[in-house]
T-cell receptor, first 115, second 116 residues
Framework: ETGVTQSPTHLIKTRGQQVTLRCSSQ?????VSWYQQALGQGPQFIFQ???????GRGNFPPRFSGLQFPNYSSELNVNALELDDSALYLCASSGLAANSYNEQFFGPGTRLTVL | AQKITQTQPGMFVQEKEAVTLDCTYD???????LFWYKQPSSGEMIFLIYQGSYDQQNATEGRYSLNFQKARKSANLVISASQLGDSAMYFCAMREVNSGYSTLTFGKGTMLLVSP
């Protein structure tokens, strides 16, 4: 069983640029959630995709957008990068059949630095 | 208002001793789930243990146990026989269900350092 993978592992961008982060969900999982973890904080929910549709969103501006593909992999896009976007971005996959409590399995994260 | 509160920024414990990491939560939903995750310096969130709000018994997973006190809204993690490899950030999280989807709300975490 392949776990959740994310790419790239590290990324450096400048203010105003755009970035795309990628996530491959665990085999058999149809739901992907994205979280932002700023330094010294717990992860914060950005949004969730289920069967290629966004079905939930946290308190993040529209310049944070995403996609989910038919194979359930996902992308997180951030436009007009700001310094405060510097964080660890975590992807988590889950599936209705995974567990009764819908456990989320996390990837290793992408560390984004905005200069 | 903060939904998950972890009041210990850092904890120190000696190898082979037990340690308790505190977590309190706030919800009006009768159905919820509580999770503990370990995050080493590599960044990956590693699932440790889960407690459902209707579970009658405290959850246990190997050296990890969850001291669930529903009336006090606390879900403390107990690690027995600490090992050097337990040094990491530990996060308490609550599963919330919103209009058909569920998310995790995390606390700010506790850094645990295990010394020889």
């Amino acid at each position: 069983e392949t776990g959740v993978t994310q790419s790239p592992t590290h990324l450096i961008k400048t203010r105003g640029q755009q970035v795309t982060l990628r996530c491959s969900s665990q085999s058999g999982h149809n739901t992907v959630s994205w979280y932002q973890q700023a330094l010294g904080q717990g992860p914060q929910f950005i949004f969730q995709y289920y069967r290629e549709e966004e079905n939930g969103r946290g308190n993040f501006p529209p310049r944070f957008s995403g996609l989910q593909f038919p194979n359930y992999s996902s992308e997180l896009n951030v436009n007009a990068l700001e310094l405060d976007d510097s964080a660890l971005y975590l992807c988590a996959s889950s599936g209705l059949a995974a567990n009764s409590y819908n456990e989320q399995f996390f990837g290793p994260g992408t560390r984004l630095t905005v200069l | 208002a903060q939904k998950i509160t972890q009041t210990q920024p850092g904890m120190f414990v000696q190898e082979k001793e037990a340690v308790t990491l505190d977590c309190t939560y706030d919800t009006s939903d009768p159905s919820y789930g509580l999770f503990w995750y370990k995050q080493p310096s590599s960044g990956e969130m590693i699932f440790l243990i889960y407690q459902g709000s209707y579970d009658q018994q405290n959850a246990t997973e190997g050296r990890y146990s969850l001291n669930f006190q529903k009336a006090r809204k606390s879900a403390n993690l107990v690690i027995s026989a600490s090992q050097l490899g337990d040094s990491a950030m530990y996060f308490c999280a609550m599963r919330e269900v919103n209009s058909g989807y569920s998310t995790l709300t995390f606390g700010k975490g506790t850094m645990l350092l295990v010394s020889p």
